[in-house]
């Protein structure tokens, strides 16, 4: 399994300005667990049914000519992150990719 597969990405294009769609988010998600800064927002599952897999959006909003272009990445936590990386490298066959993932 490559990391590619790890960390899932998307994009939508949404309506308003960047900072209106990350405000927009930080008041419509109550059971999540939502931090907003700037134009970038972390939104993982609830403490309350939070579990040590459980993963966590890293959302991006930039300006675009349709309104706003939210890029995302899905993956665990940065801790249980921090861990994997690591450990799949020892244990994988073949060596570290050696281009950015994240093209």
């Known amino acids: 399994?490559?990391?590619?597969?790890?960390?899932?990405?998307?994009?939508l294009v949404l309506?308003?300005?960047?900072d209106d769609a990350?405000?927009?988010?930080?008041t419509a998600a109550r059971e999540a667990d939502?931090?907003?800064?700037?134009?970038?927002?972390?939104?993982g599952v609830g403490v309350s049914v939070r579990k040590r897999w459980s993963p966590v959006i890293q959302i991006e909003f930039?300006?675009?000519e349709?309104?706003?272009l939210a890029r995302g990445v899905v993956g665990p936590r940065p801790?249980?992150?921090t861990?994997?990386?690591?450990f799949s490298r020892a244990t994988s066959r073949s060596p570290a990719p050696s281009r950015s993932w994240w093209a």
């Open 66 to 68: 349709r309104g706003t």
């Open 79 to 81: 801790a249980v992150w």
């Open 83 to 86: 861990f994997y990386t690591p």
């Open 22 to 26: 990350a405000a927009r988010l930080s």
């Open 34 to 43: 939502v931090r907003v800064t700037g134009r970038h927002a972390s939104v």
């Open 15 to 18: 309506a308003g300005d960047p």
């Open 1 to 11: 399994m490559g990391l590619r597969s790890v960390r899932p990405k998307f994009s």
């Open 62 to 64: 930039e300006p675009d």
